[in-house]
């Protein structure tokens, strides 16, 4: 191990004694007892030195070992250190893909305080692959921000050609209408990550995550049964995102046999409305309206946005909340909301349900498995 600081943390004297690290309630926490000698001992943690030479170099300001490990420890309970040998794979970056991806390393070393746990997910996040199904202004700006944010392989399935109204600045750009969706959207992915590494085996592999954003009014609640029993069935997590009308949602997040579907949305919903399955059915056969759909460029932007964070706390292996619920984002009055979503008893859906805290559905989470096809 390297000790160096997290840059994340900009760090300042509280008094004599007492040095803060961070700046927001999440993260701010405070190093005391600090002696005059100590700050220089911190500009010695700059990843250059293993642990005897660092020891060696502390020694040249007459600070003991025993201090050296009393200071690592405290900065390490502070979630202030972390480890430039971690950081070497990365190095085989090109650099200006290093110097891109530099502010998404620097949150992730936050997220996960652990030294070195930072670059190994930045590590992981280039060897997911993540398939988007939709190409329209959620769907294509969802795959732009998730190669921006490191992900190696994401591929955006969609047919037909642009449309005025598929463009959005953060995906297919106005620029491509006319052009086929699929090609659009695979230059937006380019467009947001140039280094992104080649496609080579990790095109062959099942998607480690989906993301069903399908053009138009569309949403989880109006979930095509079909896709939904596709994706069960083949066990592969996946995670709605759309915009239906003024509304925005993000989820369910889908753990197959593991946390409510979008199935057991729409039976809650039938539960509710008796004639809702003869609805969604028209819905679903594109006969029940042809005008152009509501979709508000901000809205669609924010819930592109929110499902690229949920699937990233995903991949990260954390548990994104629109796991066994689902996030809205009103149009009306600007605010978010969590709605939670438990597994229905006639879907069927979840094998091995885990109760969490409040009622909800949760599941633990196992990173992604790279499976083969
Ligand atoms: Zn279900």
Redesign the pocket.
Known sequence: MRPCLKPALRRAWRDRHTLQFGVGRAHAAVVESAEPADAAFLDLLDGTRELPALTAAAAGLDLPAERVGLLLERLERVGALDDADARRPLLELPPAELARLGPDLAALSLAHPEPGRGPELLLARRRARVRVRGGGRVGGAIAAVLAASGVGLVEVVDSGSVLEQDTSPCGVLIADTGRPRAAAARAAVRRAAPGRPDDGAAARRVPDLVVVAPRGDAAGLLADPGLSREL?HAGVPHLYAGVLETLGTVGPFVLPGRS?????LS?HRADEDPAWPRLLAQHCSGRSGSGSAACDSALATTVAGLAALHCLMFLDGASPPSLGGWAEVSMLDGSMRRRPLE??PD????WKPVPAAGGTMMATLDPPTGRQA
């Open positions: 069960l409510a579907c979008g199935n057991c039976q597994a229905h879907c069927g859906c979840c």
